[in-house]
């Protein structure tokens, strides 16, 4: 995702699609500022540090599920029992080995960030350097989206968690989560049932994607309250659906609806953005599946919904999937989704897991090849060329 003028971009961790501003190589001491959280909706404070067990992990977690990029040189990658980090953008290493299984990652700084594995939230304050267990909430995270070094938010627990295009995603039954204190203490906090991503772009915006569209939260002089934005046009009851989220400051969200039904390597999708907050542009569509709704809306990368990455709010790039082609086709999106240009592609690429763009030209996504390997792909020009940066063997999988 972003560039400097970007406070906050996500994936809902995550998603875990991510790019934070540029940032200095060289670690720093982590800010400290006052863990005072500022008016949020009601919460119940859940202070233990170990989560109840929901009794539903996802099935399968990749080698690599999600990425975060820190500007053009800092980054990490997560996924089952590890996490990655390259220091100047181009060479990967092991950076922590678990027994873990990794779904998220959120990076706000060079030093300060968080991974979320299936029952643990862990964080570091020295660029993952070293990492220490924090506190969740009575239900495990299934993604995180901090604002500040204390202030974040998450979605705990829910059903049948399956892992989209960097998120972890609870089917149902899942709650919305707080913390003022970095992580180490969280509150359950009242909004939309059955939240699935979550990002905010600062402490008093927020949004949240359910199965049913996406939901903004405002705190003002007149208080806070959650209000739906964006209804879904293709809702399926019945039926897996998803909505992918990620914001940029101040008032801008790419929206990404998934899933409903499937046949003949079509599954749906359609991508919506704002700029403003209000008015929405629908931007991509699968073409066969969703061809009855939202004519003249232009066709996505594929056939497959795509990993996307948020540059900025006028920004985004979508990449990927093409199980029959077995390719990614790179699209980038400007002018708040008002033009769509599509460059390269990934050659031996059917399946993508996340993606991060620091820029519309420079960016990361995370693949399989048909070998079963899964793989850090980069670009510097857009997506018209692409290198292979690190591959991981399917055994490093769960």
Known sequence: ???????????????????????????????????????????????????????????????????????????????AH?????????????QYDSTEEFVAVDFISATTGWAVATRTLIGTSDGGHTWRQLGEPRMPLRSIHFATPTQ???????????????WLIPHEGATLAF??????????????????????SDPAQGWIGTAEGVFIYRNTDLGHNWSKVLQRPDQQPGLPQATLIQCAAPQALWVLFTGGP????????????????????????????????????PAGPDTYPPSFSVVDP???????????????????ASNGGAILRRTGRIDNAPETFA????SVTAGWVLTRNAGGDYVIDATSDGGYHWSQQLAVPPTSAG
């Not at 204190?181 to 359950?188: C, R, V």
């Open 1 to 79: 995702m972003p560039v400097a003028a970007v406070a906050i971009l996500v994936a809902g961790c995550t998603p875990t699609a991510a790019v934070r501003p540029a940032a200095s190589d060289t670690p720093t001491a982590s800010p400290s500022p006052a863990a005072s959280p500022s008016p949020t909706p009601s919460a119940s404070e859940s202070p233990s540090p170990t989560p109840t067990p929901s009794g539903v992990d996802p099935g399968f977690v990749p080698a690599l599920s999600a990425i975060q990029m820190v500007g053009p040189r800092l980054g990490w990658a997560v996924g």
């Open 82 to 94: 590890a996490i990655f980090a390259t220091a100047d953008g181009t060479h990967w290493t092991k």
């Open 152 to 166: 974040g938010w998450g979605i705990a627990g829910g059903s049948d968690p399956q892992q989209s295009h960097g």
């Open 179 to 200: 913390t003022y204190d970095g992580g180490s203490t969280w509150s359950t906090l009242d909004g939309p049932a059955n939240p699935q991503t979550v990002c905010f």
């Open 262 to 297: 499937s046949a003949m390597s079509h599954s749906p999708y359609i991508a919506y953005a704002t700029v403003d907050g209000s008015t929405w542009k629908a931007v991509m569509k699968e073409s066969m599946s969703e061809g009855q709704i939202l004519p003249g809306v």
């Open 314 to 332: 006028q920004d985004a790039v979508f990449i990927g999937d093409g199980p029959a082609t077995n390719v990614a086709q790179c699209v980038v």
């Open 355 to 358: 993606a991060a763009f620091v």
